[in-house]
């Protein structure tokens, strides 16, 4: 589908369906001009379906109505806002999700929309429409052998001309962060059979081969024998396929202020090894590499939006399996750090491999570290299935990571790294332990991973829970691979 940013007046555009959005609980249609101008070419008849439909513009609501030729567009589509004074950029993105749901039910080819609310500057709402829109209109069509879509262009109306320089910046960095999230929703989206470590190694080359500012390189079983990575090397044991360390690095074009690093977690199916997990919570385990996923996404479209620091982009990726070699509960391994650690439960694998990999990405001396994770079903229990528990050394860090989310609506909450806890990872027979008690486990993992990092500021975002969606979320996040964490970061790099 085309999305075209156009300056134009509603009345004379000619499409299969005009969308307008509206305001809650106004009278009739009279508090938009828009609206009211519709209305009054239609002679009231808008404020008379609505009133027999119950359409007040509420958040979400719909309302279709015929053109009965009084303007050049056939069909009609209001949707609603919600209070005026709640309306938020969140807002807008749902709304235009749920326009574009609702025209895909029909078999309009083309559909014009007026730039949704008043919020923000038109930039903003621009970049927030095309990502309810993009997000939306995604579909994982890999296995699906039917494939049938009517709607070929949508075009964004802007009134003001004055405007569309604006509308037209907006729409080419939604663009890109579009196109990073639904990178990482096929990815995520693609089963664990035909997605091997191997297959991320070679995401991460075809993104350096297509860009001079991007370099990759790669470790294997081999080089990560030499290099002590004991974490990475115990859990792909049992699986098959070889595992492998990948270091991505973006330089960019001025010289940089600062180093930033990456870190994500690759497992790209998790059984839990030896300490199986129960059917039930295996189902959605292809959804474990979304960190490393994420990591991925951003350096797909890192190039094209520009920030002016320098990315590292880290991640280990092994399968986790059981077999007659893999890693038994009780084992003790070495980080590459030299630190020990008694693996007393095989699913708690995550963290062994991020061991390794944030000892990598200490040792590249980065400004920060930002480690993304499908790491814990405890912070799933704590926070729910929509939102990411951030745990950080540096409050600015996290201030600035949630400040991000917040603009790129992704939910995130920070959990507290409790000194306390501490002792309940500490190793009978070595350094540390992989599993904390029976509480607080998304700390105790947290608490883990700091032991890894030294001083260099860091923060871990548990992404377990809105990874991957187990039901739909909203009108753009359904039901698989949501690409969750990958806008937070493009805001968070443009904003250093
Ligand atoms: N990959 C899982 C965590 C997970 C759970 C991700 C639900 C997405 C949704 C992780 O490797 C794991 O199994 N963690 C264990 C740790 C426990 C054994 C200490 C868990 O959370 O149960
Ligand atoms: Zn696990
Ligand atoms: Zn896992």
């Known amino acids: 589908m085309e999305i075209r940013i156009k300056k134009s007046d509603l009345v004379s555009e000619t499409s299969d369906v005009l969308v307008l959005g509206v305001y809650q609980d106004k009278q009739s249609f009279e508090h938009s001009a828009s609206s009211k101008k519709i209305d009054e070419l239609l002679e009231g008849l808008l404020t008379q379906i609505a009133k027999e439909e119950s359409f007040h513009g509420k958040a979400n609501q719909i309302l279709w109505a015929r053109s009965n030729d009084a303007f050049a567009s056939k069909r009609l589509l209001l949707v609603g806002l919600g209070k005026k004074e709640e309306c938020t950029l969140e807002t807008i993105r749902q709304a235009a999700a749920i326009a574009l749901s609702a025209i895909k039910q029909t078999t309009a080819k083309s559909a014009v929309c007026l730039l949704l609310g008043d919020v923000s500057d038109v930039r903003e709402r621009t970049h927030a429409m095309i990502e309810g829109i993009r997000l939306a209109d995604y579909g994982f069509g890999r296995y699906k052998k039917e494939k049938k879509t009517h709607l070929k262009s949508l075009d964004l109306l802007v009134e003001d001309g004055r405007d569309v320089i604006a509308a037209k910046k907006g729409m080419e960095l939604a663009e890109q962060f579009v196109k990073g999230t639904l ?61 492998f360390l990948v270091h991505m690095t973006y330089t960019p074009a001025t010289k940089s202020k600062k180093r930033i690093a990456l870190v994500g977690k690759g497992v790209t199916f998790d059984s839990g090894g030896l300490s199986l997990k129960p059917a039930d919570y295996m189902m959605t385990m292809k959804c474990d590499m979304a960190g490393a996923a994420d990591v991925l996404g951003v350096f797909a479209v890192i190039a094209a939006i520009a920030p002016k620091v320098e990315v590292h982009g880290i991640f280990a990726t092994v399968e986790n ?29 995550g963290r062994l491999i ?26 799933v229990v704590a926070l729910g299935e929509e939102i990411t528990g951030v745990m950080s050394n540096t409050p600015a860090l996290s ?49 883990f991973l700091q032991e ?4 260099t500021p860091w923060a871990h975002l548990d992404i377990a829970g809105p990874a991957f969606a187990e039901r739909d979320i909203n ?6 691979a949501t690409g969750h964490g990958v806008r937070t970061l493009l805001k968070y790099l443009l904003s250093i």
């Open 475 to 480: 009108a753009y996040e359904k039901k698989g």
């Open 183 to 243: 990178f990482v929703r096929d990815l995520v989206n693609t089963p664990g059979l035909h997605m091997a470590p191997q297959h991320l190694v070679d995401e991460a080359k075809l993104i350096a081969k297509n860009n001079k500012q991007i370099k990759v390189k790669v470790f294997d079983e081999e080089k990560l024998a030499k290099m002590g990575a004991g974490g990475i090397l115990c859990v792909s044991q049992g699986s098959d396929h070889p595992s």
């Open 399 to 447: 201030n600035a990571l949630l400040t991000a989310a917040a603009s790129a609506g992704e939910k995130m909450w920070e959990l507290p790294l409790e000194k306390n806890y501490r002792k309940l990872i500490q190793g009978d027979i070595a350094d540390i332990k992989n599993i904390g008690g029976r509480y607080g486990g998304a700390l105790t993992a947290g608490l």
């Open 354 to 379: 991020l061991a390794d990999a944030l000892v990598y990405a200490t040792r590249q001396k980065p400004d920060a570290i930002i480690d993304l994770a499908t790491l814990t079903g405890a912070c």
């Open 452 to 455: 890894f990092v030294d001083k």
């Open 321 to 349: 399996m059981p077999s007659g070699n893999a890693i038994r509960p009780g084992d003790v391994i070495e980080i590459m750090n030299k630190k020990t650690v008694e693996v007393l439960n095989t699913d708690a694998e």
